[in-house]
């Protein structure tokens, strides 16, 4: 088992997307990391179905906040993580004024059931599973100036990862059930008229490749990411807002690193960038990320207290 003390940071919604709880790492058993990321994204042009295009009504739309974050190792092999989210949006023209609160609560049980080292090379198999739900009672039907789907959502992820030395390569899928969600509405129009204020909410599935050097001390990855809307979703329609069931996919290309003090072995830096190249239905957007993490080492701590 590789003994890196590193926190993993979490998976935080389809709003935020720094560096997740997908990195081929575990906490140690009774250690436990906790911190806090900042995030900004902001697009001016948009995909309409696949014609890419920009609107003058909103300018820029950018989504700001802080996700508190925290990991404990139940044991080497096990991990358990949380995240919740502080979000706000805002477009830059119009009247539409933007949205801010709490999203959604992240939980991710994380395993390891399969790892082996040969020479140099290590070979580990991980299993994550993840359940979200809404923690506030904000507006989904309001994009794209929704902080959220209000879908609650549970994922399950296979990821594998091989890492030479320093080197390594972390390739991982995942599937997203989605629940239907309520809207503040008796009807709406997809492909169809529905009477129903019950909105289908379609699946998604994610795929994920890192390539990048790993240290005790620093973490830097290069990242492709592809997000695949599954059946049920369907276009914008021509000059309308965008709605929650839409298909959104979304290639995107993105570089993370995280960097632990030598002299505070306990404090890491972690910072991150992506942009979405290619879309259906969502923004063109630019990200970057930044925070803090600290880590308690509770195996230690009670063996002190013990002498």
């Not at 995240?83 to 994380?110: C, F, H, R």
């Not at 359940?131 to 994922?155: C, E, F, V």
């Not at 599937?175 to 909105?199: A, G, P, Q």
Request: net charge positive; hydrophobic share 35%.
């Amino acid at each position: 088992m590789r003994k890196l003390y590193t926190c993993c940071l979490l998976l935080i919604s389809i709003m935020m997307s720094a560096q997740t709880d997908i990195d081929a790492l575990m906490m140690n058993k009774n250690n436990f990391c906790f911190g806090a990321v900042y995030q900004y994204s902001s697009w001016e042009k948009y995909w309409e179905g696949t014609f890419k295009r920009e609107n003058l009504n909103l300018g820029t739309v950018s989504t700001k906040g802080v996700a508190a974050m925290c990991a404990y190792g139940i044991t080497d092999k096990l991990n358990f993580l949380f995240s919740i989210p502080y979000l706000e949006t805002n477009a830059t023209a119009g009247t539409m004024k933007g949205q801010k609160g709490m999203q959604d609560l992240v939980l991710t049980v994380k395993y390891i059931p399969f790892e082996k080292t040969v020479d140099n090379t290590t070979y580990s198999l991980f299993v994550l599973g993840s359940y979200s739900m809404p923690t506030s009672d904000y507006t989904a039907d309001y994009l794209p100036l929704s902080i959220g789907l209000r879908s609650k959502t549970g994922t399950l992820r296979l990821m594998g990862d091989v890492q030479v030395r320093n080197f390594f390569t972390t390739l991982s899928a995942a599937y997203i059930k989605r629940s239907n969600i309520k809207i503040d509405r008796n009807s709406y129009l997809t492909d169809e008229i529905h009477y129903t204020n019950e909105v289908n909410m379609p699946d998604v599935m994610n795929f994920n490749l890192r390539l990048g050097y790993r240290s005790n001390w620093l973490i830097a990855e290069a990242i492709i990411d592809h997000t695949i809307t599954q059946s049920g979703g369907f276009d914008i329609t021509k000059n309308n807002m965008p709605f929650p069931s839409n298909t959104m996919n979304a290639f995107k290309l993105g570089l993370n690193a995280k960097y632990t003090l030598k002299k505070i072995p306990e404090l890491a830096i972690v910072g991150g960038y992506n942009v979405v190249t290619e879309g259906r239905n969502v923004g063109e957007a630019t990200s970057f990320y930044g925070g803090l993490f600290y880590l308690i080492n509770f195996k230690n701590k009670n063996n002190q207290d013990e002498k």
